[in-house]
Nanobody
């Protein structure tokens, strides 16, 4: 059974930082691209950042470029999202998922999804 376990969400003041982690099991980690997505209330998932299986290519949504950094650690079967200079508009639930199409190009019908982790940024 494939499982993606996300953690690291919490409450932080504007300008602060958080690091999200997502540990995968039940799959061969090094064969998969991965992504972080977020979903505001009443809206569809939107891609935040994606990383290639070889970790040599990344994609960032325009609104997070220069603030967020995605990385992966094959030895730990874990991907990370370092979020810096957080803004209140970054507040929402963040999800990790595999990214079959690569670099957040979608669609994501055949991908595995983890449970969300809530990030709250106070002003």
């Amino acid at each position: 059974e494939v499982q993606l376990q996300a953690s690291g969400g919490g409450v932080v003041q504007a300008g602060g930082s958080l690091r999200l982690s997502c540990t995968a099991s039940g799959l061969k980690f090094s064969d998969y691209h991965f992504g972080w997505f977020r979903q505001a209330a009443g809206k569809a998932h939107e891609p935040v950042s994606c990383i290639s299986a070889s970790a040599d290519k990344t994609y960032y949504q325009e609104s997070v470029k220069g603030r967020f950094i995605m990385s992966s650690d094959n030895a730990k079967n874990t991907v990370y999202l370092q979020m810096n200079s957080l803004k209140p508009e970054d507040t929402t639930v963040y999800y990790c998922a595999t990214d079959t199409a690569g670099l957040c190009s979608g669609p994501y019908y055949d991908d595995y999804w983890g449970q969300g982790t809530l990030v709250t940024v106070s002003s």
